[in-house]
């Protein structure tokens, strides 16, 4: 079945630090990807998303392109903050199942 | 619009007893979800709903949990009899039909059985 998986963390980086999140994928047919964020006593949201080969999200400074040669999906951003601490998880939504598969989530933390 | 609304937002219990979650998907959406997230197992998903009818319920623990949607603007997760380990945060989140749409989380529930 399809299925998510993401760099293990957790992850902790300086502030201003470049930011990459692996994520890779496994599914039949071409999903629609994801990056949703979950904040400290929050439920998740949609950080930004990408639907086709090649396709590149973006939002807050965060960037993802979506990889069909290498089933990737990897976050970056180049300075992160504080309020960037948080967890992130890469999803797809594909095949037949009309569900998002989440990966593990990658828990970051940014010290000042 | 309000978002997704969970009720309680924090419940408390002993075990044995009967629990009831509570979701108000947004308006419109035709897809509702139930996940549950623990630091062992991490995020979940429990049943899904299309058009109030329930469309997977593999994640179901087991047959203390059961999920209703009776309208398209209500939906209930119940554990009877609860136990410890079902302490979690329970999501709701909701979506109008499409891969491409993005998936509306609700603040969740925190349950904790004694």
Same mark, same amino acid.
């Given at each position: 079945g399809d299925s998510v998986t993401q760099m293990e963390g957790p992850v902790t980086l300086s502030e201003e630090a470049f930011l990459t999140i692996n994520c890779t994928y496994t599914a039949t047919g071409y999903p629609s990807l994801f990056w949703y964020v979950q904040y400290p006593g929050e439920g998740l949201q949609l950080l930004l998303k990408a639907t086709k080969a090649d396709d590149k999200g973006s939002n807050k400074g965060f960037e993802a392109t979506y990889r069909k040669e290498t089933t990737s999906f990897h976050l970056e951003k180049g300075s992160v903050q504080v309020s960037d601490s948080a967890v992130y998880f890469c999803a797809l939504w594909g095949g037949g199942a009309q569900k998002l598969v989440f990966g593990q989530g990658t828990r970051l933390t940014i010290n000042p | 619009d309000a978002g997704v609304i969970q009720s309680p937002r924090h419940e408390v219990t002993e075990m044995g007893q009967e629990v009831t979650l509570r979701c108000k998907p947004i308006s419109g959406h035709d897809y509702l979800f139930w996940y549950r997230q623990t630091m062992m197992r991490g995020l979940e998903l429990l049943i899904y709903f299309n058009n109030n009818v329930p469309? &997977? &319920? +593999? =994640?179901? $623990? !087991? &047959?203390?949990f059961s999920a209703k949607m009776p309208n398209a603007s209500f939906s209930t997760l119940k554990i009877? $009899? +609860? !136990? $410890?380990?079902?302490s979690a945060v329970y999501f709701c989140a909701s979506i109008? =039909? =499409? +891969?491409t749409d993005t998936q509306y989380f609700g603040p969740g529930t925190r349950l904790t059985v004694l």
């Open positions: - | 469309i &997977d &319920d +593999s =994640g179901m $623990p !087991e &047959d203390r009877q $009899p +609860s !136990e $410890p380990r079902d109008v =039909g =499409g +891969s």
